[in-house]
């Protein structure tokens, strides 16, 4: 009886917690780049040349973004590594 209770306690446990470690990242993908200047450089990691391992990141402002046809608040939480300026 008492492994019983222990095994359903354990289960509760484990189903209480996973919708609160599933729910941070979500929440991180709604909140876009952080809001700074107009002059502000956001800087995105970019996919590396054809036969290179090195990453490369490239700093524009939200402007020059757009005009790559990358949306600056889709791209943060999987690309974004600084703000400058």
């Known amino acids: 009886m008492a492994l ?12 209480a917690a996973s919708p609160l470690s599933a729910a941070q990242p979500e929440s991180d993908l709604r909140a876009g780049a952080p809001e700074a200047g107009p002059d502000a450089r956001y800087c995105l990691r970019v996919d590396p040349l054809t036969g290179s391992n090195i990453e490369r990141i490239r700093c524009w402002t939200r402007e020059q973004w757009a005009e790559q046809g990358v949306d600056i608040d889709k791209e943060w939480a999987k690309e974004g590594v600084a703000v400058k300026g």
């Open 4 to 15: 019983n209770l222990s095994a359903i306690a354990l289960s509760l446990i484990v189903v």
